[in-house]
Every structure is written in C-alpha cells, then in structure tokens.
C-alpha cells in the first residue's frame, strides 16, 4: 500500500486533511515537522533561529529519506520539502503526492494567528508569501495530484483526497 503524501505551501489545510485521512483510512498519521522536533528535542521555530534554515533542510532530507522506505502511511509533509529534487523523487518512489494550495489571501489569514512560522516572521508577510509561492511553483507542479483549498470546505478536500488514492490504487 503506497503513502499518501500531502505537501504544500504553509496554511493549505496538509496537517487536518493529512489527520482525517488517516482516520479514516485506518493508516498511521505522520507530521514530518512534529518528526525533525522531536528528532532535534526543539520546535521548528528555534531550529530555523538557532540552527539556520540550511541545517533544518538537511534533517528534513533524513527524515524523508526514512519515510520512502515505509508504506501504506498518511504523510504530512513540511512545506518546503518539495524544493529539494531528491525528496520529490524519494516520496513519490513509494506514494501519490497531492499538492494542496491556496491563494496567498488565504494563506496569510490562515498563518496570522500563529507566530510558530519561522519564515513569515517578516514586516510584510503577505509578500513574503507571494515570493516562496512563486520560488516554489514549479517544485508543486511536481505533485501527482493537486487540489486548491481556497474556497473549499475541509471536508470537501478530505473525500478528495481519499477518492485520488483510491484512483491511485493506494
């Protein structure tokens, strides 16, 4: 049984969706972000801070290394993790990914409340998500499957998701 693996932009619903998914497919749940914190025994905010952005990557690259190698799990995949090939190449090798995104309004007042996003914490952050959507597009594209959530309830995406990897055969 291959993973489903839900990667996208900050704010496009990957860890609800990814959670109900695996609920309701009786599959194991996994947060790459909750993985590498729990790896590094910190948040992801004080490994950018600390560490950089460059170090988080490369613990990012191990922990997707490891999942490759596991079926029939519900993935929850950070929102950057698309920009490196080989994790692209290593998460479809044994999955479907399905790219979830939504418009950068949305985004933005789905991020504001949280001051947990390291890469946001910009004067402008609209703009700031407007400049990764755009340094990220072409990585999305990579995805087998992609889904806007601006406008669509959750539990539209949701059965959307579960109906894709039926198709799948997943």
């Known amino acids: 049984m291959k993973n489903i693996v839900l990667v996208g932009f900050m704010g496009t619903g990957k860890s609800v969706v990814a959670k109900e998914v695996a ?8 947060s790459m972000d909750k993985m590498i914190e729990d790896k590094e025994g910190k948040p992801i905010k004080e490994i950018f801070a600390k560490d950089g952005e460059e170090y988080f990557r490369k613990i990012e ?4 290394k490891e999942l490759s190698h596991k079926d029939g799990l519900v993935i929850d995949a950070g929102g950057g993790v698309v920009i490196d090939d080989e994790n ?6 044994h999955g ?4 979830l995104s939504a418009s950068p309004d949305v985004i933005l007042s789905r991020t504001a409340p949280s001051k947990d996003r390291p890469l946001l914490n910009t004067p402008d952050p ?5 400049e990764l959507l755009a340094a990220r597009a072409a990585h999305y594209a990579k995805a087998d ?14 059965e959307e998701v579960i109906r894709i990897s039926n198709e799948a055969g997943d």
């Open 23 to 30: 609920k309701r497919l009786g599959r194991q749940y996994v």
């Open 61 to 64: 690259k191990e922990i997707t």
């Open 88 to 93: 692209v190449r290593n998460l479809k090798s």
């Open 96 to 99: 479907t990914m399905v790219c």
């Open 126 to 130: 609209k703009r700031r998500i407007e």
């Open 145 to 158: 499957f992609h889904i806007d959530t601006s406008d669509k309830k959750i539990s539209y995406v949701i």
